[in-house]
C-alpha cells in the first residue's frame, strides 16, 4: 500500500529523519497559511499524488511570496499531473505539501527494500539525487552503492560508515547521514515496508542530512498489524476497480487487454495470462479469488470484470481444491442469472468434484462455453479475440 509523500514524512519524523517543515493544504487559502507558518520565502509547492516524477510534470513549485504562493498552488490544484508513473491519463491533484526551502549543498539517492535473490534488505545509495535511478543505473552504474543488511543481525554501524565513505560525506554531514540511514532503517522493518525511498536526500550549507522527499510503500499482507498506515489510504489515488475489490477480498488488478479472466491462484493465474496471449490476445484484469472463494465472491469477481468497458470475452480458469468445482459452478450460475452478461463466458475446471462443477453448468440453462482443457480454453479464448 503506498502513502503520501507528507504522510511518510509524518513517520520519517517521528523516527527521527530529518524532513523540511512543511504543511498539507487542500485549498489555495490553506496553502498561503501553510506558507506564511513556516520560517519564510521561498517555499516549495509539491503536488501529492502517488507517483514519482511530480517535478518534471510540473507538480513542484517554487514560490519566493504569498503572491507567487497562491498562483502556484491554484495552478496544480486539480492539474491532471502526467508523469512517467502515471501513464498518459495522468492524476488530479487534490492536495499539495507546502514546505520550507533549504540551501542545498548536495543531492543524494537513498533506498531501503528488501532482495528477494540474497534474502537480505538492501540500502541502495548514490551520489545522482534528484535523477531517476533507472538512468542511473542505465547510464551509470557504478554510481550506485549497495549495501546488503542480514535482517537476522540487523543494520550495522560499519555498514552505515560504509555508505558514507562511498558518497564522499564526511565530518558533521557524515555523523548526521549515519544516524538517519540508522533511524530510516529501523522505520522500514517496524513498518513492515516493501520500499523506502528518498529523492533527492540532502546535505544543506550547514551539514545536515535532510529527506526533501519520502515514498514510502507498506506491504498489504502486514496491514492487519498497523492500522495506523490503514487510515492513511487514499482511495482515490487507487483504481476503482482494485479498490472494490478488495472490500470483497478479492486479489484484482486492472489491465489493458479485451479477454476478463477469473482464476484461483496466483500462479495459475499468471499461467493463465500467458495462455491469452499465447492465444492472440490481451488480458483485461488479474483476478485470483482464492482457494476459499464463496459463490458470492465469484459473482462480484463476475460483476469486477464485466465493470471494465473493453472485455470482449472471459476466461475462468479453476483448478478444484479447496474451491471445490462445484462451489465454483454454482457461483458462476448465480453471477450469469443476477448479472446481464453480454460477453461470451470459457469456463475450464478441473479437480475435486469437476464432474458435478460440469454438470451444474450444463443443467443451468445459462449460456456458457465450456472448455474440458487448457489447449481447450486457449482456442476457444483465441476464437473470442478474432470475433
Partial sequence: MKIHEYQAKELFNQAGVSVPKGMVAISVAEACQAAAALPGYPVVVKAQIHAGGRGKGGGVRLAHDEAEVATVAEEILGMHLVTRQTGPQGK?????????????????????????DSAAIMIMASSEGGMDIEEVAAVTPGKIIKVAVNP????QPYQCRQLAFGLDISGPAAKSFIGLVGN???????????????NPLVITQDNQVVALDAKMDVDS???YRHPEIVAMRDEGEEDPLEVEASRHNLNYI???????????????AMATMDIIKQAGASPANFLDVGGGASADMVEQG??????DQR?????????????RCDVLAEGVVQAARAVDIKVP??????????????????????NLITAHDLADAAAKVAAIAGK
Fill in 311 to 323: 472485455v470482449k470475452g472471459i476466461l475462468i480458469n479453476i483448478f478444484g481444491g479447496i474451491l
Fill in 345 to 366: 463466458v470459457v469456463v475450464r475446471m478441473e479437480g475435486t468434484n469437476v464432474k458435478k462443477g460440469r454438470e451444474i453448468l450444463a443443467a443451468s440453462g445459462v
Fill in 92 to 116: 488530479v491533484v487534490e492536495k499539495v505539501l507546502v514546505e520550507e526551502g533549504l540551501a542545498i549543498s548536495r543531492e543524494l539517492y537513498l533506498a531501503i527494500l528488501p532482495d528477494r
Fill in 221 to 223: 499482507n502486514s496491514l
Fill in 254 to 268: 486492472n489491465l489493458d487487454g479485451t479477454i476478463g479472466n477469473m482464476v484461483n491462484g496466483a500462479g495459475l
Fill in 302 to 307: 463476475f460483476r469486477l470484470i464485466l465493470r
Fill in 152 to 155: 537476522l543481525l540487523g543494520l
Fill in 184 to 198: 530510516l532503517y529501523d522505520l522500514m522493518v517496524a513498518k513492515d515496508c516493501s520500499m523506502v525511498e528518498i
